[in-house]
C-alpha cells in the first residue's frame, strides 16, 4: 500500500488534502493556477470585454493541433502521393474526411480570430504600457498564424493548392535584391514543385509550430505578468481609474500611492516578496469584484473551449473541404488566386507590384509592430483615443475591402467581374 | 450566469459527443457497406449447404481494390461492382453485373478507369463515377468506351474498333499536326493535343467541334474540314484515346498471354524478315524459322534472342532490347508461322526507291505528317480561310516554284511567315506559318522542298 501512495505521492506532489499544507500547496503546486491568477476580477470574465477571441485562437490552434498529428499519420509529402493520400482521408479513412474538415475550417478560423483578436486589443487600448511588448509578440503571432495557414494550403496538393502558392510566393519576389532568392529558398527551386511540397510540410508541421508555441508561452505568460486579461478600466471610478493607468512603472515611486500596504492583497509570494509589486493589485475596495479562478474562470473557458470545438465540428460535419484536380502545372487557372487573406496583397500587386507586394505589406507589418511606441496616449478611454481608432479602423477597412474585391470581383485575367455575373465557361 | 456557467459547459460537451457520434455514424456507414451486403445475399441464395450460406452472409465489408502500381492508379471499382468476373452474376442487377466480352482484360489485373474513366479512388457512387466538380475523367458514355482500347492499342488496327484506326489516319492525313502537337510534333496554333484524353472534354463537345468547329469553341481558328458523322466521330474516339500515360507499356509488362499475333507485329516492326526465312520465303542471311521452336528449347530461343552472340560467338544477329513478354510473344508467332504467312509480310513492305523518289517521298511524307496539309490542303491547293490574309486564305503551294526560289522557300519553311494583311486595323489574321526550325532538320526541309519541285515538274509535264 505505501508504494501505491508513494507512487500517487510523487504524481501529485503535495500533502494530503486532509491537512491545512496540503490544501494550500493543491494551489500552489498547480500549473493552471499559476497561469491564471488564485483570483480574477468578475469584469476579466465578461464576454463583451474580451469576446474570448485568444482564448478561441488558441483552442483553434489545440485542435489544429491534434487534427494534423492524426492527419500526419495519413500523409506524404510527396507528387503525387501527396493528392492520393489527400483521396484516401476523403473515401477510406475512417473519419478522415471529418479530420480534414476540421483542420481546415480550424485553419480559416484561426485566421479570422486571430485578426479579430487584434482589433479587439486595439479598440481596448490594452496594447498601452507596459504591455507594448506583448503587441509585438502578438504581431508575430499573427505572421505566424499567416505562414501555417499558407504553408498548409500547398499540402494537398491539387490545382488550388498549386495555384495558390504559385502565386503567393510570386509575390514575395517582387522584394528587391532578396525576392528572388527568398522565393528559391522557399521553394527549393524556380518553382513550386516536389522540393517545395516538402519545405512546406517542414514548416508546416515542425518549424512554425515549435515558433508559435514558444511565442504563445510568452504571450500568455505577459499577460499574467502584466496584470492578467483586459477590462475597460476606463469605466472604474475616477480615481482608481488614474491610479490604475499610472500604476506599473517600476520606480516611480509617487505612482504607487494608490493603496497602503495593509489594504494590499497579492496572491502567492506575498510573505516572501516585500517591497512594492510592479503590477496591478487588488485593492480592498475592489474586493468584492473579485472571485476566485476556479471554478468561475476555469468553466468559462472550458465553456469557450467546447463552444469552439462544436461550432468547428458541426460545420466539419455539413461542409467539405475543397479538394480540386491533381496539381498541373501546365494548366493555369485563370484567374489563378492566392489564399483568401492575400487575396488584398494580390489586389495590390495588380496594381503595382512593388509598391503593392513589398512596400505596402512590409509598411503594414511595421507599423502595425510600432502601433504601442507611437501611440502614447495613456489614456485608455475610447474618447480619448478618438484618432488613434478612427487610423486602424480604416487601415482594417481597407483590408476587409482588398480581400473582398480580390476574392468576389476579379474574373479572368484579374479584369473587375462582380461575384453575380455568371461567366459561362467558354471554351479556349 | 456564473450559476449556469457549469451546466452551459454540459450541455456543450454532451454536444460535442453528439456531433463527434454523428461523425463515425457517417464515416460508418458508407453506402458501398449496403451493396456488399446485398451482394452476399445475392450469392447465399443459391447455396445449399447452410453452413456455407451464414459464412457468406456473415463475411465482413472490406474495400476491393485493384493497385496498378505503375500507372499511379488504384481502382476501387469493386468495392460495389462485385460480379465483374463471375459469369453466375450475368443477369444480376447492377452494380452487380457480370462484364462478358473481356478477353484478356481482367478486371483485377487491367482494372476498371482504364478503360471507363472515372474516379477510381472514390468509394461513393457520384464520386466515383467522377460526375462531380475537379474530377476530369467521369465515366465514359457507352457510345465512347470503345476509344480507350486505343490507349494501349496504339499502332495498327484495333480488332472491333475500325473507328480509331479511321481516327488516326485521318489526324495524319488531314494535316492536322500543322496546328496541334502531338507527344512532341506539330505546331502550336491550336492547343496540345498529347493529353487531350484526359482533359475533361465531353466526347459530345468533341464531336460537335469536328463538325462545325466555331459552333462550341467561338472564335476557334480551326478551318471547317466538312468531315462527316462518321468522321468526326473517329475523331473523336482518337482524340479520347490520347494519354501521356505509358498504359500499353505498363500493360505489356504484366501481360499473362504473350500472343503470338503481338509477335507477329513484333516481327514485322523489327524486320526479322530481311535476315531470316520461313520455309524458304524471306532472305536467307539468317536460318531458316520454319519450325525452328521444335529445334530448340523456348528457353534456348530466349536467351537467344536476349543476346545472340552469347549462343553462337560471332553471330550478326543485332541485340534487339525486348523485354520478357515481347520475346516470349516472338518464340509463340515462330512456333505458327508459315510460309504464306511470310509471304503476306513480305508483300506488304513498300517497294524499293531510288534514293531521289526516296527523298520525295520522305519529302511528302514529312509533308503529311507535319501537317503541312491542313493548312495547305491535302492537294496543296490551298483554300482554307484565313480572315484578313491577303487573298482571304492560305495560299495554294502548287505554283512554288513560280513564285519563289527553292531557297526562298526553304527560308519560309525554316523561318515560318506572318501573311500579309488586307487591313492594318482589323485582327491578325488566325493562321500563319509557322518556324519549323525546331521540329524538322534541314535534311527535312530540304526534302519537302524537293517534294514541292518535284509536284511542279508534274505540272509541266502535263
Known sequence: ?428 | MERRTPQVFFVLSLLALVLILAAAWQANTPYWKVYQRDFHKLEAQGEPNSLTKAAVLASPPVIHQVLLTGLQRVDRCTTCHLGVEDPTMKNAPQPFRFHPGLGPHIPSKFGCTICHGGQGLATEKSDAHGNVMFWQTPLLAKDYIRASCGRCHKEGDVPGVPELTEGRHLFETQGCRGCHKLNGVGGSIGPDLTTEGASHRAPEWLERHFLTPNAVSAGSAMPNFHFTKEQARALTYYMLSLTSEDMGSYYSSVRLIPSAGHGRQLFIEKNCIACHNVGGVGAKTGPDLLGVTKRHSPGWLDEQLVNPSLVYPGSTMPVYDLETNARKALVNFMATATAEDAQAILSQRSKTLTPEDAAIEAGRQNFARFGCVGCHGLQLQGGVPNPNAQGGEVPSLLHASDDYTKDEVIAIIRNGKVPPTEDRSKPAPPLYMPSWRSVLTEEDINRVADYLWSLQKKKDSW
Not at chain 1, 499577460?223 to 469605466?235: E, F, H, T
Open chain 1, 1 to 428: 500500500m505505501n508504494v501505491i501512495r508513494d507512487v500517487w505521492q510523487s504524481i501529485v506532489r503535495r500533502d494530503p488534502l486532509s491537512t491545512d499544507k496540503g490544501k494550500s500547496e493543491l494551489v500552489f503546486l498547480n500549473l493552471w493556477l499559476h497561469i491564471h491568477p488564485a483570483k480574477v476580477k468578475k469584469e476579466h470574465l465578461k464576454i463583451k470585454h474580451t469576446w474570448y477571441l485568444g482564448f478561441i485562437t488558441f483552442f483553434l490552434f489545440l485542435i489544429l493541433v491534434t487534427t494534423g498529428v492524426a492527419l500526419m499519420c495519413y500523409y506524404r509529402p510527396q507528387s503525387p502521393q501527396a493528392y492520393q493520400d489527400m483521396k484516401d482521408l476523403q473515401f477510406v479513412v475512417f473519419l478522415g474526411r471529418f479530420l480534414r474538415n476540421m483542420h481546415r475550417w480550424s485553419a480559416h478560423g484561426m485566421v479570422v480570430c486571430v485578426f479579430l483578436h487584434m482589433c479587439r486589443v486595439f479598440y481596448t487600448g490594452s496594447y498601452k504600457k507596459p504591455r507594448q511588448f506583448n503587441w509585438v509578440v502578438g504581431v508575430f503571432l499573427f505572421l505566424l498564424t499567416l505562414g501555417l495557414s499558407f504553408t498548409g494550403y500547398l499540402l494537398p496538393w491539387d490545382q488550388l493548392a498549386f495555384w495558390a502558392i504559385t502565386v503567393g510566393t510570386n509575390i514575395g519576389s517582387y522584394a528587391p535584391l532578396v525576392g528572388k532568392q527568398l522565393r528559391e529558398l522557399l521553394l527549393g527551386g524556380h518553382s513550386v514543385g516536389e522540393s517545395a511540397l516538402l519545405r512546406f510540410y517542414v514548416l508546416h508541421v515542425a518549424v512554425l509550430p515549435s515558433a508559435v508555441i514558444l511565442l504563445t508561452m510568452v504571450h500568455f505568460w505577459r499577460v499574467r505578468k502584466d496584470g492578467g486579461l483586459s477590462r475597460p478600466v476606463w469605466k472604474l471610478k475616477q480615481d482608481q481609474a488614474e491610479a490604475l493607468v499610472t500604476i506599473g512603472v517600476p520606480g516611480d515611486a509617487p505612482a504607487l500611492t494608490v493603496t497602503t500596504a495593509a489594504k494590499d492583497k497579492t496572491y502567492g509570494l506575498m510573505e516572501v516578496v516585500t517591497g512594492k509589486p510592479i503590477f496591478e493589485t487588488v485593492t480592498a475596495e475592489e474586493e468584492e469584484d473579485v472571485v476566485f479562478s476556479y471554478p468561475y474562470a476555469f468553466f468559462r473557458e472550458a465553456v469557450a473551449l467546447m463552444a469552439t470545438v462544436t461550432t468547428i465540428m458541426a460545420l466539419s460535419l455539413v461542409w467539405s473541404a475543397p479538394l480540386e484536380e491533381l496539381a498541373n502545372p501546365a494548366k493555369t487557372p485563370n484567374p489563378a488566386k492566392a489564399p483568401w487573406y492575400f487575396l488584398g496583397l494580390q489586389e495590390l500587386v495588380s496594381h503595382s507590384a512593388l509598391l503593392g507586394g513589398v512596400v505596402a505589406p512590409a509598411l503594414m507589418v511595421l507599423a502595425l509592430m510600432a502601433v504601442p511606441y507611437f501611440d502614447t496616449n495613456p489614456s485608455r478611454r475610447p474618447a480619448d483615443r478618438k484618432w488613434a481608432i478612427r487610423v486602424f479602423t480604416i487601415f482594417v477597412a481597407i483590408n476587409i475591402v482588398l480581400i473582398i474585391v480580390g476574392t468576389f470581383f476579379r474574373g479572368p485575367g484579374w479584369a473587375l467581374v462582380p461575384p453575380w455575373v455568371h461567366i459561362v465557361a467558354g471554351a479556349e
